[in-house]
């Protein structure tokens, strides 16, 4: 299976500064999507770019996704306390399921 | 509008007993998916349901099984359970219209297994 790799496995940084977390991937998606996971608890949906999308924005969330290299970024800008949590790249295939990548567990320090 | 709802919250089982996780969707969703979640990774694709019948399995073995019913709601069974069993079980509703492809997963806060 076409499982994600997401690059750092584990991220810490200043409050305020921003976060970039990577992920790559070995087959072709329809789509790509990013999740946070607080605590071993649900996921929640952060944002979906779609094959034919290079960059997408919703708040102060920055995503990007290069095909041609099998890779996808997160760039958190301004991070905050509450944005200390597991973050999850999974790849779409059709409206069946997801394959996930292992996670970058992210920690901002006050 | 309640989003994904799951239950029970947590269950501890012993080895070889059987197990029946619930999930209903979000309004107006009618694909649910299972996922496992093992302490420390990614969560596992195990099956998607949709017009009540199983569209698409990972790599899990029979003793996981399950269920939609006209509702859209789910049941996960997992039969004959092992310690390797344990791990958090996540339930996401999608939906169909719109186009498929595209569709975002809504996941529910899970069950957390224990085996014993």
């Known amino acids: 299976s076409q499982q994600g790799e997401e690059d750092p496995q584990a991220l810490s940084i200043q409050e305020g500064e921003n976060a970039t977390m990577n992920c790559s991937y070995k087959?072709?998606?329809?789509?790509l999507q990013w999740y946070r996971q607080n605590s071993g608890r649900g996921l929640v949906h952060l944002i979906l770019?779609?094959?034919?999308?290079r960059e997408k924005h919703s708040g102060r969330l920055r995503v990007t996704l290069d095909t041609s290299k099998k890779s996808s970024s997160l760039l958190i800008t301004a991070s905050r306390a509450a944005d200390t949590a597991s973050y999850f790249c999974?790849?779409?295939?059709?409206?069946?399921?997801?394959?996930f990548g292992q996670g970058t567990r992210l920690t901002i320090n006050p | 509008d309640a989003g994904v709802t799951q239950s029970p919250t947590h269950l501890i089982k012993t080895r070889g007993q059987q197990v029946t996780l619930r999930c209903s969707p979000k309004?107006?969703?009618?694909?649910v998916s299972w996922y496992q979640q093992a302490l420390g990774q990614g969560p596992q694709f195990i099956f998607q349901?949709?017009?009540?019948?199983?569209?698409q399995r990972g790599n899990f073995p029979d003793r996981f099984s399950g269920h939609q019913f006209p509702n859209y709601s789910s049941e996960l069974n997992v039969n004959a359970l092992l310690l390797g069993d344990s791990a958090l079980y996540l339930c996401?509703?999608?939906?169909?219209?719109?186009?498929?492809?595209?569709?975002?997963?809504?996941f529910g806060p899970g069950t957390r297994l224990t085996v014993l």
């Open positions: 996401a509703s999608s939906s169909t219209a719109g186009g498929g492809g595209y569709n975002e997963q809504f």
């Open positions: 087959t072709s998606i329809n789509n």
């Open positions: 770019i779609r094959s034919n999308e």
């Open positions: 999974a790849m779409g295939q059709g409206a069946q399921k997801l394959v």
């Open positions: 309004s107006g969703h009618d694909t």
């Open positions: 349901y949709y017009e009540e019948e199983e569209r």
